[in-house]
């Protein structure tokens, strides 16, 4: 089994703290590449980099049209699935000294970065809404115009309200993935 780093792009790093997924898939790349059951270490940004993700890479069998020739191994997509996240506390990983996108690493250093990520905590039930005032004729045209904004406005703009189940009282705005301040009332005071 091999161990591996895998650098991200900013763009792909805000995508995967904004949405959750269950596998990252990567294309464009060449050189060496992971073989299925080697552990990577997710790496977000170059300078410096902070890992964000531990996974491990999957066996993907690719449906192949009889008519067209089979691709190199460059084009199939490296797919690794997650075993541990830490988007909102990534790990510092100075000792990681990437050339490449896609990099080989040491045991050691593996083992010991990624022995710095915390544990995923126990899961706790969390109530999220999204509340939009709309404008419409009908309920069914309401919903409609709602998902159009939410679609439109998206994580970027629109804030979620989270608090613990039973909790409401301990409601956060967050915007980007990001604990937000909504009171315009905090905000002149400063």
Do not use: C
């Not at 790349?29 to 531990?54: S, Y």
């Not at 939410?150 to 309200?161: D, K, N, Q, S």
């Amino acid at each position: 089994m091999g161990h591996w780093a895998v650098v991200i792009s900013d763009e792909r790093h805000e995508a995967e703290r904004l949405f959750h997924h269950d596998t990252l898939e990567l294309t464009g790349f060449d050189g060496p590449r992971p073989a299925p059951g080697d552990d990577v270490l997710v790496v977000a940004g170059k300078e410096p980099p902070a890992v964000v993700a531990l996974g491990r890479v999957q066996l993907v069998m690719p449906e192949r049209d009889p008519d067209d020739p089979a691709p190199g191994d460059d084009d199939e997509p490296l797919v690794v699935t997650y075993t541990r996240r830490a988007f909102d506390e990534p790990v510092p990983a100075e000792r990681l000294a990437l050339t490449r996108p896609v990099a080989p690493v040491d045991p050691e250093t593996f083992r010991a970065i990624s022995g710095r990520l915390q544990p995923a905590a126990d899961r706790t039930t969390w109530m999220v809404s999204l509340d939009l005032p709309i404008e419409a004729s009908t309920p069914a045209e309401a919903v409609r115009v709602f998902w159009s904004y939410v679609m439109e406005l998206g994580p970027r703009e629109l804030p979620a309200f989270v608090s613990p189940a039973g909790d409401e009282l301990a409601m956060q705005a967050f915007v980007l993935g990001e604990q937000a301040n909504l009171d315009p009332e905090e905000d002149d005071e400063d």
